[in-house]
């Protein structure tokens, strides 16, 4: 196309932009795109409430259909279907039908270029219009993708285009209202696409297509309803999916323990969900009961009711203290919603949202981290602490970090005024805290004072400019040590919060444990014996840790970011925590006192010890 100051730039090598378009797309996007699409479709059929049935046309339903004997994952929709000439020209990339192209709503290709990754032996559209059926198929031959071109009885000739009328009759589907669907005939006619939709790169459990929806779909549009079949589900019988928004609702249905939306300004939104375990259950929840699906506490961000920078299951646990959940992470959801008109723009293939300003970096849910953490519910706060453990390292490693911070010059860096707001510490009343589902929020509850942790004071005296002292947590539960990510490593430092985690249960302890007790062997007391021996293992081990954590903070104003995440790291920390056998004189020395102080006089061995 040629303007009077500008001749439009066209493309060269169609064939390999179409190629490189598809081949780089996220195999994960297939089922989003699909049922996208499918929901639009169902959007054109008019009305807002559905009549629950077979008879609703403001549905999407997807299922198992054989095709030559084997399973294949089929996605229908009601609403106005395509003619042969809209359905052959929808299989271009950058092809819309009844759609304006545009970077806001519609790509012209996400669907297919989503799904053709995973399906290059083919994908069978077809569309019923005022009665008739039409087919089309497209896949990868030889490397090119395109329309399929098969014979068709009684024409000469090999089409891309068929009348598939009586076929889809042959199949149970009605003719007397408009409809649509795809099959996914995966990369190989033996394919079970809804057994395994990616041909085993990666493969996926059984329950994955409700997981997906609910990994990505926020709010469905109102009226609209997905269903999932037997087949496609694990559920007994048909299963109407739900999204978050939906089940946290106000209304009868709503699944959550508790929930409470939070305006924090610029029109977002922050969503804060509990879901309590079930009684005597420790992995099923409120939520999770009955779904086909295991339901994880998770975090993310809403833009136009779609999930983007989702953070699931054990990806949420490690990221939770930066949000101020640094425990109950499995029960706890937390959604940030953006408004529709926010400065921000989906990536080409919806799985990032981007800034629309400046470079276009990606938005993350860690940019809303404080905002997320100063907002909490005083229900929540409490919820939080009441799951705290309760101890923490000794106040003298405290006091001997924050003095090594002043000695080394470390400045106290720029953190949120809300960086104690992750506080641990049980409140003084917490077996006092309600969590029944239907227990309405209390505005007495209030959230502590970011300012005065109940773990421990600040050590440096106030409008000092050295670092304090990190707050220490010390984990003793195989659940914990796991949701931190902290199996086979000793510690994890959050510079957002300025919390150090240390796992009780590494191996470290049990190695200085087992010596001291060999040592102080012939004590007749061996319960207190073993007391002191682990506390005294635990207590060197932070003290390692942490001072390590402090040498490494110091390299701050000399070392490059890369090489900050180095010494500040898991790996790094862990390595402290191993040396363990310089500590042992020190340890030797505390015990002693310790025992001393108990009229166990250690300098004495009792009469007939070797």
Known sequence: MMHAQVTQLRVGDEGFLVTSMIDRCPKSMMLRELVRNAIEAAQTVPGTSPDTGPGNQRRVELSAILVNGVRKLAIWNGGRGMTADELHRMCDIASSIRKQNSLEQNFGMGAKVASLPSNRHGMRYRSCHQGRVHEVQIGQRNGVYGRLRRSVDGVEGWHDMQDATAQARADGRSLAADWTEVVLLGNRAGQDTLADPYDGAPAMPAYWVAEELTKKFFRLPDGIEVLLQPGATTAPGCFRFRAIAERFG?????????????????????????????????????????????????????????????????????????????????????????????????????????????????????????????????????????????????????????????????????????????????????????????????????????????????????????????????????????????????????????????????????????????????????????????????????????????????????????????????????????????????????????????????????????
Not at 315 to 320: K, P, R
Not at 331 to 351: A, K, T
Not at 429 to 446: C, K, M, R, S, T
Request: charged share 20%; hydrophobic share 40%; glycine share 8%.
């Open 250 to 610: 106000s209304g009868p249905g709503h699944d959550y323990s508790r929930a409470e939306s939070v305006a924090v300004g610029d029109g977002i939104v922050v969503h804060y969900l509990f879901d309590e375990f079930l009684p005597g259950s420790t992995t099923v929840t409120c939520a999770g009961n009955g779904m086909p699906y295991f339901v994880h506490g998770a975090g993310g961000l809403v833009f136009r009711d779609e999930i983007y920078d989702l953070a699931w299951n054990q990806d949420w646990l490690h990221a939770g203290p930066v949000f101020g959940i640094p425990f109950a992470g499995r029960n706890i959801s937390v959604y940030v919603e953006l408004p529709d008109d926010f400065p921000v723009l989906p990536d080409g293939y919806r799985q990032f949202l981007r800034h629309r300003g400046g470079l276009q970096q990606q938005v993350s849910l860690r940019d809303y981290a404080g905002l997320v953490a100063a907002n909490r519910p005083g229900w929540l706060v409490a919820l939080i602490q009441a799951r705290a453990p309760g101890s923490a390292a000794s106040p003298e490693i405290a006091a001997t970090l924050a003095q090594l911070l002043r000695d080394l010059g470390v400045p106290r860096r720029s953190r949120a005024a809300t960086r104690r707001a992750a506080d641990v510490s049980p409140p003084p009343d917490a077996e006092a805290v309600q969590l029944d589902a239907g227990e309405a929020a209390d505005p007495a509850v209030a959230a502590p004072d970011a300012g005065q942790p109940d773990g421990h004071e600040e050590i440096e005296p106030e409008g000092a400019d050295f670092e304090s002292a990190p707050q220490i947590v010390m984990l003793r539960d195989e659940v914990e040590v796991s949701a931190r990510g902290l199996r086979e490593r000793a510690a994890r430092y959050y510079p957002e919060t300025h919390q150090l985690f240390v796992n009780c249960l590494y191996a470290a302890v049990a190695a200085m444990q087992s010596v001291l007790e060999r040592e102080f062997g012939w004590m007749a007391d061996q319960d207190t014996l073993r007391e002191r021996a682990q506390h005294q293992a635990e207590q060197s081990m932070v003290e390692r840790v942490g001072r390590m954590l402090v040498f490494g903070l110091a390299k701050q104003p000399s070392w490059a970011g890369w090489e900050m995440d180095h010494a500040l790291s898991s790996q790094a920390l862990t390595l402290a925590a191993d040396d363990h056998y310089g500590s042992l004189p020190v340890s030797r020395e505390v015990l002693r006192a310790i025992f001393r102080q108990s009229r166990y006089d250690v300098t004495q061995k009792p009469r007939g010890s070797l």
